[in-house]
């Protein structure tokens, strides 16, 4: 008997900025990859791919332009902004393939038994509810399961709005399988360990440019403004030598060269971990280039990791530092101090990595950090001779902070997700001036430049 067949889709971001840096949906590549080993017919729509033909024909292109390193710019589309956004003086746009070429992508699929959908930042939802929209209209009978972050972490407000037939909440991939054989008539029990998944369906790209790796899931640290927990309960480190397989598989079987790790916590046990990735991966003489779009932290970096980082191929290294106020650090989680911040820049150089590759976030916009404090930490890391990075506070449901703002009275508990915008934040809840942003900003431009 024929197996069931599930479209899985990648809806579009909407927001006022959105940049391809390494983006991929790894979920539902996950559970592509799970489906077809057990014989399910796939078929996949990623309103983010750079690569959609009928994307590149609209815009005269044969590839996308890239940065050094694979990343890029999204075919951005101005849409009308939600009213209660619009105070905020930026335009709202739909990032992603135009919703013409989604509604023709819909008409060569065949009829699916089940559609999955998933979600990323929750304030992005009106991509979502567009993507189901647009899906029930092409096939009303099919039913929608939505899962990813927003459905997690907003998940009622998913179930009374976004039109999915199903919400899912959490990462419980076995969970997920056991619904769609449900909905299907299949009989099969799924039995998934998180750590032991077969790699990601990368494979459904006719072309790409990256792939992204998880080489674990959650973190063992528990900061105040973090939603890790909340979306993986349990730090989990999936196995070495599986982690090298798939970094072999990418490279010499799809040609991929450039690999953004994922993971939280990448550098946690590295003797016992990502050092042996990184040992084998030199072993192999491979020659990727290695980035870390979430930072790292900056107390776990020794001698020997950072050697092992840079000869296997690092190229873009974001260290988390956030600020360099004592008492936040200590406050929100005590991950870094900023001597051990210094001690591992000093490692990292002495290793060879140069001022192109290092950068460190830094918050902006956290309560009880002043601007006068986001300042002194660019100008800090710009002196200490690498690029800072601004990450727009903004907090996340379910977190410590999250809640400590509604005691302290700052946000409501039912605030509407696109509130959870970074660029909202701190202009609707902390009353930033646009004018202290962009001095900021331009700041922050100024020590990239110089570092
Ligand atoms: S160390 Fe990073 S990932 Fe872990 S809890 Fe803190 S912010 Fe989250």
């Given at each position: 008997?024929?197996?069931?067949?599930?479209?899985?889709?990648?809806?579009?971001?909407?927001?006022?900025?959105?940049?391809?840096?390494?983006?991929?949906?790894?979920?539902?590549?996950?559970?592509?990859?799970?489906?077809?080993?057990?014989?399910?017919?796939?078929?996949?729509?990623?309103?983010?791919?750079?690569?959609?033909?009928?994307?590149?024909?609209?815009?005269?292109?044969?590839?996308?332009?890239?940065?050094?390193?694979?990343?890029?710019?999204?075919?951005?589309?101005?849409?009308?902004?939600?009213?209660?956004?619009?105070?905020?003086?930026?335009?709202?746009?739909?990032?992603?393939?135009?919703?013409?070429?989604?509604?023709?992508?819909?008409?060569?699929?065949?009829?699916?038994?089940?559609?999955?959908?998933?979600?990323?930042?929750?304030?992005?939802?009106?991509?979502?509810?567009?993507?189901?929209?647009?899906?029930?209209?092409?096939?009303?009978?099919?039913?929608?399961?939505?899962?990813?972050?927003?459905?997690?972490?907003?998940?009622?407000?998913?179930?009374?709005?976004?039109?999915?037939?199903?919400?899912?909440?959490?990462?419980?991939?076995?969970?997920?399988?056991?619904?769609?054989?449900?909905?299907?008539?299949?009989?099969?029990?799924?039995?998934?360990?998180?750590?032991?998944?077969?790699?990601?369906?990368?494979?459904?790209?006719?072309?790409?440019?990256?792939?992204?790796?998880?080489?674990?899931?959650?973190?063992?640290?528990?900061?105040?403004?973090?939603?890790?927990?909340?979306?993986?309960?349990?730090?989990?480190?999936?196995?070495?030598?599986?982690?090298?397989?798939?970094?072999?598989?990418?490279?010499?079987?799809?040609?991929?060269?450039?690999f953004?790790f994922?993971?939280?916590?990448?550098?946690?046990?590295?003797?016992?971990?990502?050092?042996?990735?990184l040992?084998?991966?030199?072993?192999?003489?491979?020659?990727p280039y290695f980035h870390t779009?979430?930072?790292i932290?900056?107390?776990?970096?020794?001698?020997?990791?950072a050697?092992k980082l840079f000869l296997s191929g690092f190229k873009t290294l974001?260290?988390?530092?956030?600020?360099?106020?004592?008492?936040?650090?200590?406050?929100?989680?005590?991950?870094?101090?900023?001597?051990?911040?210094?001690?591992?820049?000093?490692?990292l150089?002495?290793a060879?990595f140069?001022?192109?590759g290092?950068?460190?976030?830094?918050?902006?916009?956290?309560?009880?950090?002043?601007?006068?404090?986001?300042?002194?930490?660019?100008?800090?890391?710009?002196?200490?001779?690498?690029?800072?990075?601004?990450?727009?506070?903004?907090?996340?449901?379910?977190?410590?902070?999250?809640?400590?703002?509604?005691?302290?009275?700052?946000?409501?508990?039912?605030?509407?997700?696109?509130?959870?915008?970074?660029?909202?934040?701190?202009?609707?809840?902390?009353?930033?001036?646009?004018?202290?942003?962009?001095?900021?900003?331009?700041?922050?431009?100024?020590?990239?430049?110089?570092?």
């Amino acid at each position: 008997m024929e197996k069931p067949h599930i479209l899985l889709i990648n809806p579009w971001i909407y927001d006022f900025a959105a940049h391809d840096l390494w983006m991929k949906p790894l979920g539902l590549l996950y559970i592509a990859s799970v489906l077809r080993e057990e014989g399910y017919k796939i078929s996949f729509i990623d309103c983010l791919d750079r690569y959609n033909t009928e994307l590149l024909k609209l815009q005269n292109l044969e590839r996308p332009k890239n940065k050094k390193y694979g990343s890029g710019h999204f075919l951005r589309t101005e849409v009308r902004k939600p009213d209660i956004l619009k105070d905020i003086p930026r335009r709202y746009c739909r990032y992603g393939i135009t919703e013409e070429i989604f509604i023709e992508e819909l008409k060569k699929i065949s009829h699916p038994d089940a559609i999955l959908v998933t979600s990323m930042m929750t304030y992005w939802y009106p991509g979502v509810f567009r993507a189901i929209e647009l899906l029930k209209d092409k096939f009303p009978n099919t039913p929608v399961i939505l899962g990813g972050i927003y459905a997690t972490l907003c998940h009622d407000h998913a179930l009374n709005n976004s039109g999915a037939d199903f919400v899912f909440n959490g990462n419980d991939i076995n969970g997920t399988l056991a619904l769609i054989n449900k909905l299907t008539g299949i009989e099969n029990q799924f039995r998934y360990s998180i750590s032991e998944l077969p790699s990601p369906a990368f494979d459904l790209y006719q072309n790409i440019d990256y792939a992204c790796i998880s080489t674990s899931f959650g973190c063992p640290y528990q900061c105040t403004y973090c939603a890790s927990k909340l979306l993986y309960p349990d730090f989990i480190q999936r196995k070495p030598e599986s982690v090298v397989s798939e970094i072999e598989y990418f490279y010499q079987k799809l040609g991929i060269k450039n690999f953004a790790f994922y993971d939280d916590a990448l550098l946690v046990n590295s003797d016992k971990h990502i050092e042996i990735i990184l040992d084998e991966v030199i072993k192999l003489n491979l020659y990727p280039y290695f980035h870390t779009p979430n930072g790292i932290h900056p107390r776990l970096i020794t001698a020997s990791l950072a050697q092992k980082l840079f000869l296997s191929g690092f190229k873009t290294l974001r260290l988390s530092l956030e600020t360099t106020n004592k008492k936040l650090q200590i406050e929100t989680g005590n991950k870094v101090t900023s001597e051990e911040f210094e001690e591992a820049l000093k490692i990292l150089k002495t290793a060879g990595f140069g001022k192109d590759g290092l950068g460190a976030y830094i918050f902006m916009g956290y309560p009880g950090k002043e601007k006068e404090e986001v300042n002194d930490s660019i100008n800090y890391v710009t002196q200490k001779g690498i690029r800072p990075f601004l990450v727009e506070y903004s907090p996340i449901p379910g977190t410590f902070e999250w809640n400590r703002m509604i005691e302290k009275g700052i946000i409501e508990g039912n605030i509407d997700p696109l509130f959870h915008n970074n660029s909202v934040f701190l202009r609707k809840f902390l009353s930033w001036e646009e004018s202290d942003l962009q001095k900021i900003k331009a700041m922050v431009r100024k020590g990239q430049h110089s570092a």
